[in-house]
């Protein structure tokens, strides 16, 4: 668990109504590795004390972004500056930045107590104080004098935050930092670290391919694919308003619908009209492809005539923890299969048997479209 912030830890926020100074700003970054295109052109400002996360399948370029941030590699073209200053060359030791990385990368010779003095300056004694504070942040105190094999992953993991706080750097790099621990103590040390973040106020960029700790840690999520930046936007507006096909696919679960739009607001799937707000402005006659969210299909536990209402059979129940996944066929939405997610409460109410004919509705507010002209 963590501690209250040492007294010298600076925590500084904007005054009240005054808009948070920018931190990073890495302009047109440019990778090739061979014929490879690790980064095509990336565009990022991060402001004072934000949590960003980049998130991306293997291979997207965020971890080539964040060594090329880090100066463990160099970009072909462009400029990063931290602070207005320009640090595109320097090498790492100037760039005032702690770095996390997946593997730890504690030395195994070193007690717990060197391995976080191990960037320390100064007088014995003011550095041991550093060590006892942040042992003492990070809930560990009592452990200076053990090794990094006596400890469990997640006591190594936070040994090398405190080492990568030690300095009080003005930025934090995490590279997949959670990815190695189990899902118990990978669940806990998210909610310590973003804890830990917002107590220090250091500006954090994470490097993550998990879209759920991507949603839960960060202030904003910058989606990457094949080394360009689909999206960036809140936890809240990458979910619920992808700007593309990729990051719908990527982010979270989704039902996809093909049709045709028939007029303003409506398309057609299979024998039916169905009404979409997304598609008021698509003239009539384009290809399109429409997608919903598994949570947001409604179901009803009996059938009452209304708008997008179908009557799907139930194929399957899947039990995902602290949910259902319902599996239904449409027959009059030309034959598609949609998933519906239930939570326990709701899947008792409604009593549902295998096999069974269950009413279906497609709220239309929840139904966004991409025209298949510009679909990946």
Sequence with gaps: ?????????????????????????LNDIHKQFGRFTALAGIHLDIRQGEFV???????????????????????????????????????????????????????????????IAYGLKGRREDRQRRVDELLDLIGLA???????????????????????????????????PLSALDAQVREHLRHEIKQ??????????????????????????????????EQIGSPETIYRKPATRFVADFVGQCNWLSGTVLSPGYFRLGNAAIAAHSLAHHPTGRQVEVFLRPEDVILHPRWEA???????????????????????????????????????????????????????QLPANCLQCFSTEHSE
């Design 1 to 25: 668990m963590l501690r209250d912030l040492p007294e010298h830890q600076n925590t500084e926020r904007p005054p009240h109504g005054a808009a948070p100074s920018l931190h990073v700003q």
């Design 53 to 115: 996360s980049l998130l991306g399948p293997s291979g997207c370029g965020k971890t080539t972004l964040l060594r090329i941030l880090a100066g463990l590699e160099h970009a072909d073209r462009g400029q990063i500056m931290l602070h207005q200053r320009d640090i595109t060359r320097l090498p790492p030791a100037e760039r005032d930045y702690g770095i996390v990385f997946q593997s730890y990368a504690l030395f195994p010779n070193l007690t717990v107590a060197a391995n």
């Design 142 to 176: 009592g452990i200076a004098s053990k090794y990094p094999a006596q400890l469990s992953g997640g006591q190594q993991q936070r040994v090398a935050l405190a080492r990568a706080l030690a300095t009080s750097p003005s930025l934090l790099l995490l590279d997949e």
């Design 196 to 229: 830990l973040q917002r107590k220090l106020g250091v500006t954090t960029i994470m490097v993550t391919h998990d879209q759920e700790e991507a949603l839960t840690m960060a202030d904003r999520v910058v989606v990457m694919n094949h080394g360009v930046i």
């Design 306 to 360: 209304g708008p997008n209402m179908a009557l799907g059979e139930l194929k399957q129940l899947e039990l995902l923890g602290s949910q259902y996944r319902m599996t239904l066929q449409v027959a009059d939405w030309g034959g598609i299969t949609l998933q519906a997610d239930l939570n326990h409460h709701q899947l008792a109410s409604l009593n549902f048997r295998d096999g069974q004919r269950i009413p279906v």
